[in-house]
């Protein structure tokens, strides 16, 4: 499958910034514009603005309409909320038009929301990861990738600990997949 070669991608990020990093590993394939924050001040704000990619602080009432306009006049195309903690409403999806995918660490539709790995560890209940297509309902959308993780009669062996870390090195490698994959979408 030929990469969609005037494609350009921006990364939503709110926290450590370890899917983004695992993403930046495909830049040179992969075109990135912008790294949008959430949150100022945390540990994926300083990984993103040693990359060298352009960042953006979002301001606390975030103005979606002009923040679609801003990502179009930069040539994004492509969208990755890589551990993006804010709620993209309904006017940005129309007005934006095109793929935004979702890393959530869940064998979704099971487990949306927070504390997703917690809880299905607690239930012993098959843990694994997901890439999505966003949609106005969280952790809702289409799924373009996912991979169970651990099975529930392997999750006795490991501590919840050990498992977050397991989930969250599968999460690098999925977001990759995924943003080859849909680095083809035109
Ligand atoms: C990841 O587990 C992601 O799936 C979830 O939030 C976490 C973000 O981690 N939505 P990081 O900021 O990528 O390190």
Not at 121 to 138: F, K, L, S
Not at 150 to 163: F, I, N, Q, R
């Amino acid at each position: 499958m030929a990469i969609n070669s005037a494609h350009a991608w921006a990364i939503f990020i709110s926290g450590q910034g370890s899917n983004m990093s695992a993403l930046m590993d495909l830049r040179d394939e992969c075109p990135m514009r912008l790294v949008v924050v959430s949150r100022p001040g945390t540990y994926g704000e300083l990984r993103a603005r040693r990359s060298g990619i352009p960042v953006k602080i979002l301001d606390k009432e975030v103005n979606w309409l002009e923040l679609v306009q801003e990502l179009k006049n930069m040539g994004v195309t492509h969208i990755f909320l890589a551990g993006f903690m804010k709620i993209i409403p309904p006017e940005f999806l129309k007005a934006w038009g095109r793929p935004i995918l979702n890393i959530h660490p869940s064998l979704l539709p099971k487990y949306p929301g927070l504390n997703s790995i917690e809880k299905a560890y607690n239930d012993g209940e098959a843990i694994g990861v997901t890439v999505h297509q966003v949609t106005p309902e969280v952790d809702g959308g289409a799924i373009v990738l996912q991979q169970c993780v651990y099975k529930p009669d392997t999750l006795k062996d490991y501590s919840l600990d050990e498992a977050e870390f397991t989930v969250h090195t599968a999460e690098y490698q999925l977001v990759r997949r995924a943003m080859r994959r849909a680095s083809c979408w035109t």
